[in-house]
């Protein structure tokens, strides 16, 4: 079992910073993906940006928040950070942690989410 603890959303006024975190604890075998999604009421859920690998990282965004947002890792504490710059009212929304890895005796990768942590840019 993996578990996904997110935490630093809030409200922030437009041209705003917010900092979102995940660290994902228990029985973690090998993390490939860690990612972050983002939900608005009545849409599909969207990847707004990933990371891709282990050793050598891909980083992947959304056209939407590149040169905004930047996505970074510390395997070390298998934790996953956004970094949310020139916030507007379209980034509103639930943000959600996303990572793919195995686990210790099953090296199957399975995803993993966490509960979502809500983000909302507003004057």
């Known amino acids: 079992q993996v578990d996904l603890a997110e935490s630093g959303g809030g409200v922030v006024q437009p041209g705003g910073s917010l900092r979102l975190s995940c660290t994902a604890t228990?029985?973690?075998?090998?993390?490939?993906?860690m990612a972050w999604f983002r939900q608005t009421p009545g849409n599909q859920r969207e990847m707004v940006a990933n990371?891709?690998?282990?050793?050598?990282?891909?980083?992947n965004y959304n056209e939407a928040v590149k040169g905004r947002f930047t996505i970074s890792r510390d395997n070390a504490k298998n934790t996953v950070y956004l970094q949310m710059n020139d916030l507007r009212p379209e980034d509103t929304a639930i943000y959600y942690c996303n990572v793919f890895c195995s686990t210790i005796g099953d090296q199957r990768p399975l995803s993993y989410w966490g509960q979502g942590t809500q983000v909302t840019v507003s004057s």
């Open positions: 990371t891709v690998g282990y050793t050598n990282i891909a980083y």
């Open positions: 228990g029985n973690i075998g090998r993390i490939t993906v």
